[in-house]
Structures are given as C-alpha cells and as structure tokens.
C-alpha cells in the first residue's frame, strides 16, 4: 500500500477551484509537517506548502494569495484548495510527509496525480 | 526566494563510474540542503538531508558534501538502478525551492 495517496479531479476548468486530498496510510498524521509539491514541464518542482497536524500552515508567497491547506486528523487526511487556477497550474500535485523533527525534508511522498486546468 | 542551479544538466556515464552532480545556492544555506532521486513516472525518493547526512535505506555508494553555497552529491560506483534524474532542494528558508535537475544517463 502506498504510504500517501492522492485523490481528486483531474480536470479543473480556468478561473474555477482545485481540490485535492491526501489520505494518510503511516500511522499517525500527528506530530508531523505534511507539504504538497507540484512539478510541471515548464516549472519543475515547486513548493506549494504546508501544514502541521495542529493546522498552523505555510505557504509560497508566489502561490500565499491563492492557496489554502487544512487537515482532518480524525480521517488522518490533510486537504489543499486553490482558487482561481490557469493553465499555469497544470502539473502533477504530489503529497508528502516531512522528516520527523523537520518541516521541508521529504520521506514519504504520494503518487502524485496529474490536474489539468483546461475548458 | 533562493536560486538552486545544478549542473551538469545532463550527463552520460556507464556502469561502475564515479559520478559527481553539483548544486549552488544563490545565498548561504548553511547544511540545509536534501538530494532526490526521481524516475521516470515516479515520486521523488529522498537520499541525502543535512547536505550528508544519508537517507535510511539508501545504499552507501552515494555521498553528499558541502556547507553555504555549493554542494555536492557523489555515486561511487554507479549501478543499473541510479540511471535517473537527481535533485538538489534548499530548506534554510521560504519558500523552499528545488534546482532544474540533472537527468543521468546511460552512456
């Protein structure tokens, strides 16, 4: 089993939301910082945030505006939306789980799953 | 935000080299920086973090050195598995940020 799985539309239509969920399969979402990444031809691997299991986030300042994370930790899940989508933020969205006792060191990542901004 | 640029971009190399991928930061990073491993299809695989400090599970023909600005990530003696394209990320601050890449292949 994967240790981090993504789920969410594939297709999001210009100017309209992205929703993407990361369902936890480590154990514990607790005590843990958890990141999406995307990565696309044109852009490479981006940061697009994070958020500690007690809900503090972080997010890139190139994205702040747009981007919104939260975590579920009865459903051991964490979510991301972002508004307002461009054919820029097509990419594959990755999920994954920070080192313990780190923010930003990634050990376990999800699959990945590709959205398409497109009408 | 803190520039990562790695090269070579692309290199050619056969079984058993020794292999050497560099990554410069456009600010001191101190040792806060990680090597990935990516194939093909596939997620990023974490090797290195703490510029050297080597990822449980990663065979120990890789190596990472280096402190500030340039860093270094070395495979001793490659093998059919570590034809792939390698990573460098920064995590001294935010935003953290990935270099381009450096895709290795098979000479």
């Known amino acids: 089993q994967v240790p981090l799985q993504e789920s969410g539309p594939g297709l999001v239509k210009p100017s309209e939301t992205l929703s993407l969920t990361c369902t936890v399969f480590l154990g514990t979402i607790s005590d843990y910082y958890w990141s999406w990444i995307r990565q696309s031809p044109g852009k490479g691997l981006e940061w697009v945030g994070c958020?500690?299991?007690?809900?503090?986030?972080n997010y890139n300042p190139s994205l702040k505006s747009r981007v919104s994370m939260s975590v579920d930790t009865s459903k051991n899940q964490f979510s991301l939306n972002l508004t307002s989508v461009t054919a820029a933020d097509t990419a594959v969205y990755y999920c994954?789980?920070?080192?313990?006792?780190?923010?930003?060191?990634?050990?376990?990542w999800g699959q990945g799953t590709l959205v398409t901004v497109s009408s | 935000d803190i520039q990562m640029t790695q090269s070579p971009s692309t290199l050619s190399a056969s079984l058993g080299d020794r292999v050497t991928i560099t990554c410069r930061a456009s600010q001191d990073i101190r040792s806060w920086l990680a090597w990935y491993q990516q194939k093909p299809g596939k997620a990023p695989k974490l090797l290195i973090y703490?510029?050297?400090s080597l990822e449980s599970g990663v065979p120990s023909r890789f190596s990472g050195s280096g402190s500030g600005t340039e860093f270094t990530l070395t495979i001793s003696s490659l093998q059919p598995d570590d034809f792939a394209t390698y990573y460098c990320q920064q995590y001294s601050s935010f935003p953290y940020t990935f270099g381009q890449g450096a895709r290795l292949d098979i000479k």
């Open positions: 958020i500690y299991y007690s809900g503090s986030t």
């Open positions: 703490k510029a050297s």
């Open positions: 994954a789980r920070a080192l313990p006792g780190e923010v930003s060191v990634f050990d376990f």
